[in-house]
């Protein structure tokens, strides 16, 4: 099993729960961005740079996902390609894009998408925090148990 994380629009504190747990897990996680990405020294963490561009991110992590690998996005559409490939995907939210659930989230993107284009003003997401990182802490925590223990 693999995290891959969507990178460049990844919250600092997320990436550092990640790092965390790749180090306390003794698991492999790669950050792809587009830009230049800082990471501690680890055995376990690396990054790659992609050039800039519409989802050249989210296809390079497309590209290299093996089944039953994670991915951490807040892009639903990158959350349904993982899901579709037989991947798993958690938003910086600690909410789990499922075959269940990514098909009414991304409609409902694309309906909200479809207000802004219009001129409605529908808000940003609101600011992540400390329940949502703890909320994610935990998600990754009970994801990781359930798999390494395999």
């Known amino acids: ?5 969507d990178a460049d629009a990844c919250p600092r504190v997320i990436k550092d729960i990640l790092f965390r747990a790749a180090e306390r897990h003794k698991v492999s996680l790669t950050l792809v961005a587009n830009q230049p990405m800082m990471h ?4 376990y963490i690396r990054a790659i740079r992609v050039s800039a561009g519409f989802d050249v991110a989210d296809n390079e992590i497309v590209k290299r996902l093996q089944t039953g690998d994670l991915v951490i996005t807040a892009d639903i559409p990158l959350a349904a390609e993982v899901v579709a490939k037989g991947g798993h995907a ?7 894009y499922t075959k269940e659930n990514v098909r009414e989230r991304l409609n ?7 207000l802004r284009a219009s001129g409605v003003d529908t808000g940003g997401p609101a600011s992540l925090g400390a329940r949502d990182r703890q909320a994610f802490g935990n998600a990754l925590d009970a994801f990781l148990a359930k798999r390494l223990s395999r």
């Open 108 to 114: 409902m993107r694309d309906f909200m998408e479809t």
């Open 1 to 5: 099993m693999h995290i891959w994380v």
């Open 90 to 96: 958690l938003n910086p939210r600690g909410e789990s």
């Open 40 to 43: 501690p020294p680890s055995r």
